[in-house]
C-alpha cells in the first residue's frame, strides 16, 4: 500500500487521537476541579473562591502556555511537545492530591496548564487541521466536540470517585488515568506529510489580504475583548452548577451526572452552530449563542428540581456550545490567513482569561453573599457586554463595507 492510500486513514487517527487528549486534559482543566470545590472547603475550611482560584491558575498557565508551546511545536515536532505536556500534566495532577497548602495546588496547576495543557490544545487543533487540504472544519470540529465531552465526562467522573474513596484518591486516580491514557495517545500524533504541506502552503501563501475593511490586529483585539466577557459568562455554569446542584441538597454524584448531560448536547450544539455560521455568517451565529447563554444562564439560579436542572442544562447546553465553534469560525473568516493561527492564539487567551476570571468571581461572590445569586447575575451581565461589543463590530463592519460599496 503506497503512501498515499495510507495517509487519507491516518489523518482520522489524528483526528480521534487528539478529540480523547483535549477530552481528558482540557476536562480537567476547564472544569474538573468544580467537583473539589465542597471537599477541599470541608476539609480545610477554605472559602470556595481561595478554591477557584486554583482553577483560575491552571487556566491562567493554559493560556499563557497555548501561545508558548505552540511556537515551540512548529519549531520541534507536535508529537514531542504533546508527549512532554502529558506527562508534566500527569504528574502535576498526582502531585496535587499530596498537597497540603493552597500555594501548592495554585503552582501545580499553573504548571500543568502552562507545560501540560498548553502543549496540547493549541498544538492538537493546529496539527489536526493542516492534516486536511479539505474538510478542515469538521475534522478540528470532532477534535473540539471530545474536549466539550471531557468537560461534562470528567467532572462526573471525578464526583463519582470522590463519593467511593475521597479527594486525594481521586487526585491521584487522576493523574494514573492522565498518564495511562495521553501518552499512548501522544506517541500517535504525527506532523502531516511533508509534500501535504507544501501544497497547502502553495496553494494559500498569496492569500495575504485581509477579507474585512478593519486591520487583523483591530479585529482581533475586538474579538478578544468581546470573548473574555463571553468567557466569563460561560465559566460560570462550567465551574458553579455542579456545587450550585450540591446546595440544593443532591450528590456530587447527581450533580456531576447533570453537567456530563450538558456537556453531551454541547457536542451537538458546537456542530449545529458551525453550520449555522455557514448558512447566516459567523458573526451573527455568534451573536445567536452568546444571547442564548446570556438570557438563559441566571435561570440556574431559580431551579431546585433535579429533572428540572437536566431539562434547562439540555436546553442551556445546546446553544451556549455554539460560542464555542463561532469564535474559530469569526477568527477564520475575520482574519487573513497570513495570521489567522497568531489571531487564534491570542483571542484564545482572552477565552481562557475569561473562564480563569469568571471561576474565581464565582467563588469569590459565593464568599460574600452566602449563595449563588451574585454568581450568576454576574455572569448575565458580563454575556450583556459581550453582545454589545459584538454588536458593535458588526455595525461596524456593515457601515465599512457599505462605504467601500458606495465609494465603488
Keep these: 500500500m503506497n503512501h498515499s492510500e495510507t495517509e487519507p486513514f491516518y489523518r482520522w487517527v ?5 478529540a480523547i487528549m483535549l477530552a481528558v486534559s482540557m476536562g480537567m482543566m476547564v472544569n474538573g476541579f468544580s467537583a473539589f470545590l465542597i471537599p ?5 475550611g ?6 477557584s482560584l486554583i482553577n483560575l491558575a491552571g487556566l491562567m498557565g493554559l493560556s499563557l502556555g497555548g501561545i508558548v508551546m505552540g511556537r515551540v511545536a512548529d519549531r520541534t ?4 511537545v504533546c508527549l512532554f505536556g502529558a506527562i508534566v500534566m500527569g504528574l502535576c495532577v498526582v502531585g496535587a492530591s499530596q498537597a497540603q497548602q493552597l500555594w501548592q495546588f495554585y503552582l501545580l496547576f499553573f504548571v500543568a496548564g502552562f507545560l501540560g495543557a498548553g502543549s496540547l490544545f493549541t498544538p492538537l ?15 478540528i470540529g470532532i477534535a473540539s466536540a471530545g474536549q466539550a465531552l471531557g468537560q461534562g465526562a470528567v467532572p462526573f467522573g471525578i464526583a463519582i470517585l470522590i463519593g467511593n474513596m475521597g479527594w486525594r484518591d481521586a487526585l491521584m486516580t487522576m493523574g494514573i488515568i492522565t498518564l495511562a491514557v495521553l501518552i499512548p495517545l501522544a506517541i500517535l500524533i504525527r506532523q502531516p506529510p511533508k509534500s501535504r504541506q507544501q501544497i497547502n502552503q502553495g496553494a494559500n501563501e498569496t492569500d495575504d489580504q485581509s477579507p474585512v ?22 465559566s460560570v455554569p462550567l465551574m458553579h452548577l455542579l456545587p450550585l446542584i450540591h446546595d440544593r441538597g443532591f450528590s456530587l454524584e447527581e450533580a456531576g451526572s447533570v453537567v456530563f448531560v450538558m456537556m453531551v448536547v454541547a457536542i451537538l450544539g458546537r456542530v449545529a452552530f458551525g453550520k ?25 439560579i431559580q431551579i431546585n428540581s433535579l429533572d428540572t436542572f437536566y431539562i434547562y442544562a439540555v436546553i442551556y447546553g445546546f446553544g451556549y456550545a455554539g460560542v464555542m465553534t463561532t469564535v474559530l469560525v469569526c477568527v477564520r473568516v475575520l482574519t487573513p490567513l497570513s495570521r489567522r493561527a497568531s489571531a487564534l492564539g491570542i483571542v484564545t487567551l482572552f477565552g481562557w482569561f475569561g473562564h480563569a476570571i469568571g471561576g474565581y468571581q464565582g467563588g469569590y461572590f459565593f464568599d460574600i453573599s452566602g449563595d449563588y445569586t451574585l454568581t450568576y447575575a454576574n455572569a448575565a451581565m458580563a454575556g450583556v457586554i459581550n453582545l454589545m461589543i459584538v454588536t458593535s463590530l458588526y455595525v461596524t463592519l456593515a457601515r465599512r463595507r457599505a462605504a467601500l460599496t458606495f465609494a465603488g
Aim: proline share 1%; hydrophobic share 55%.
Design 14 to 18: 489524528i483526528v480521534f487521537a487528539s
Design 40 to 44: 477541599l472547603n470541608d476539609e480545610f
Design 46 to 51: 477554605w472559602q470556595r473562591g481561595s478554591v
Design 77 to 80: 515536532s507536535t508529537r514531542r
Design 125 to 139: 487543533i493546529a496539527n489536526t487541521g493542516n492534516w486536511f487540504k479539505s474538510g478542515a472544519g469538521l475534522a
Design 213 to 234: 475593511p478593519l486591520s487583523a490586529n483591530t479585529v482581533v483585539a475586538w474579538l478578544g475583548i468581546a470573548v473574555l466577557f463571553c468567557c466569563i459568562c460561560m
Design 276 to 300: 449555522l455560521a455557514d448558512m447566516i455568517g459567523a458573526i451573527r451565529a455568534y451573536w445567536i449563542a452568546s444571547c442564548w447563554q446570556t438570557v438563559m444562564v441566571f435561570g440556574f
